[in-house]
């Protein structure tokens, strides 16, 4: 049903250009965005349930999907999420989701291998 419901709310999206260069309208930005956000999830899932990027992103992913399906057109989930056009959205998942990966990659829950100089993270020195 929900993906019956996207593809009525796609029919009347018609949008022909972003007026961004070298930024193309997205075909099923919808379809494109929840392949993304599934995959994060996913990912996502893989790390401490407490690590405090995987909260706060989880949370994100979540609030954003909500509002796509609660949206009756492009437009409106795009006022709703207030972070540019559905395109630029788009990008930004791909993003997150590279860094999501990386983060994985690197295990930065874990603790320092040696411990930090001291004042690493006083500033000014």
Do not use: C, F
Request: proline share 5%; net charge neutral.
């Amino acid at each position: 049903l929900d993906s019956l419901l996207l593809e009525i709310i796609m029919a009347s999206y018609s949008k022909v250009v972003t007026g961004l260069t070298g930024l193309k309208v997205a075909k099923n930005p919808t379809h494109t965005l929840g392949v993304l956000y599934s995959k994060n999830l996913r990912a996502l899932a893989k790390m401490p349930v407490d690590y405090p990027y995987r909260k706060h992103t989880e949370s994100l992913i979540n609030e954003r999907a909500d509002i796509i399906k609660k949206s009756n057109t492009i437009e409106e989930a795009e006022k709703k999420i207030g972070m540019g056009q559905i395109e630029e959205v788009i990008i930004q998942a791909e993003n997150e989701l590279e860094l999501t990966r990386s983060i994985l990659e690197w295990k930065s829950w874990e603790p320092l291998a040696e411990q930090a100089p001291a004042n690493q993270w006083k500033w000014p020195l």
